[in-house]
């Protein structure tokens, strides 16, 4: 059977783009809620007008959040006026191609809704939402720690029975109790009270571990994992914008936008080993920065960003070296005896 010429849908991979957006009210008095689904329609070009930012880092909890900062053209008044007394609401954000990768980018909570207009035609909805914002700030735990509790026991008491739960995702979970102080314990009794992100990001960072929240909860990660849980392969003519760029870490590069990547436990990976590299200016005694010569990174940070009526359609990976599936960062490669444990924690901590 012949295609149909007709068909909105491309059927050519990362060139027809594909969005959706769906936004839940908090529940009203009576305990309903509202739900609001804006989509692409597959014509080009699209009637209406959706740019997109998010911020996926996997950074310490208490020093930044997955954000994103979603606008939104032109919406009818009765829709314009649901979004901006929505503060609150809860929203999805999927996102990719037509052929090809789509799925959710983004799920969290609208800290802000704005209004304006930008000109005497367009009106403008921009959402600014964040995710584990009750979790990580608007939170405390008051509870006894018992003598000969261990770490971990402490941790998950305290995500339970804090204000606002915690979860804690499974592979995080694996994680902390595989680190060499989970089975620390209490020499005796002692009251917690505070802050639990405290806390947990002082035992991750005591382990050499990074800890942040989330759209699956509490995430406690090393980059000297050696399951990666997946690896995804880039190439110039398939996916790669422009040329990486090297950092003291790793790299950083753009592709179209690719909603399979993920900020998780353990680290996912991505092969470019096909790609030119633009390599970082070294300037000795410090650090010299390494990459993998078998072009394998882990990612630690994701950047999705789009126009569904521009040019922007990417996502920007911040990427870590991997030597045998482990973060370069944490190795010392002056070691002559091979790559032995840099004991230096990493962010200064």
Known sequence: ???????????????????????????????????????????????????????????????TFWTAKIEIYNLGVDQAQQFITGQGSTVVLSAGFQTG???????????????????????????????????????????RGNANMTQMALISKMCAGAQNPIAINSGSTDTLN?????????????????????????????????????????????????DAVSTITYTSTTGIYGVPQQTQDGVNFIVALDPRLRVSVPPMQVNIASSIIRQFEFTPPGYRPILDP???????????????????????????TSIGGRAAYVYDATSPSGPELDRRAPYGN
């Open 1 to 63: 059977m012949s295609a149909n010429p007709y068909n909105p849908i491309s059927q050519i991979p990362n060139m027809g783009r594909q969005w959706s957006l769906v936004v839940t009210s908090p529940p009203d008095d009576t305990g309903n809620s509202t739900q609001a689904t804006l989509a692409s329609t597959g014509f080009i070009p699209e009637p209406m007008r959706l740019l997109f930012e998010v911020n996926l880092p996997g950074y310490s909890s208490h020093a």
């Open 101 to 143: 990768s789509f799925g959710i980018i983004f799920a969290g909570e609208v800290y802000q809704a704005l209004y304006e207009r930008p000109d005497v035609i367009d009106s403008k909805v921009t959402l600014m939402c964040y995710t584990g914002i009750k979790e990580t700030i608007a939170n405390f735990a008051q509870f």
């Open 178 to 226: 595989s680190m060499p102080t989970a089975q620390s314990q209490l020499p005796r009794a002692r009251p917690f009270f505070g802050d639990p992100h405290k806390y947990i990001d002082a035992v991750a960072a005591a382990n050499n571990l990074q800890s942040w929240y989330g759209s699956d909860g509490l995430s406690v990660s090393t980059m000297s994992d050696a």
């Open 294 to 320: 078998n072009g394998l990174y882990l990612v630690n940070g994701l950047q999705h960003r789009g126009d569904s009526r521009g040019n922007q359609w990417e996502t920007e990976i911040i990427a870590f």
